[in-house]
């Protein structure tokens, strides 16, 4: 990765938390490039190269995801599922960025082998700060393996 644009797929379906994320990842000039899809289904259809994303050139494949749970089509979770089940995916860093909280999710969400698990601040400012700091840590300091 080193030296190549940084590229991160956001999975939202909230209009207002995807631009809330895309600004603030701008802002700290944390990626080069940002993918927004709006549900699981089309989430998987990128990571896969399938449809519409079948051009491993115009659709390259993210060096993070950032993943909501609560999704239309097909739940966060077993967009997880698949993304560290497969082959070909499995070592992409995941982070969970939701606005659930609940134990239950958190433990799934390891279960399945989510990198980190965020829970979305509600304060605007503490939002932001939670934005730059993972900008910082995961995708600036952290060393990860390329996936392909």
């Not at 631009?19 to 700290?28: F, G, K, M, S, T």
């Not at 399938?50 to 050139?57: F, K, V």
């Not at 497969?86 to 279960?111: G, Q």
Request: hydrophobic share 45%; glycine share 4%.
């Amino acid at each position: 990765m080193m030296g190549e644009p940084l590229r991160i797929l956001l999975v939202e379906d909230n209009p207002a938390h995807a631009e809330l994320v895309i600004r603030n990842l701008r802002q700290h000039r944390v990626a080069n490039t940002i993918r927004h899809v709006s549900d699981g289904e089309e989430a998987l259809h990128y990571l896969l190269r399938q449809g519409q994303y079948a051009d491993a050139a115009a659709s390259p494949r993210p060096h993070i995801v950032l993943l909501d749970l609560r999704l239309p089509k097909i739940d966060g979770l077993e967009v997880l599922k698949t993304i560290k089940t497969h082959a070909e995916l499995r070592l992409l860093p995941v982070i969970v960025l939701t606005t659930s909280n609940a134990e239950s999710d958190v433990a799934r969400a390891y279960e399945f082998r989510a990198n980190s698990y965020l829970v979305k601040p509600v304060d605007f400012e503490k939002f932001t700060e939670l934005m730059e700091n993972l900008g910082f840590y995961w995708l600036v300091w952290n060393c990860q393996p390329a996936v392909s």
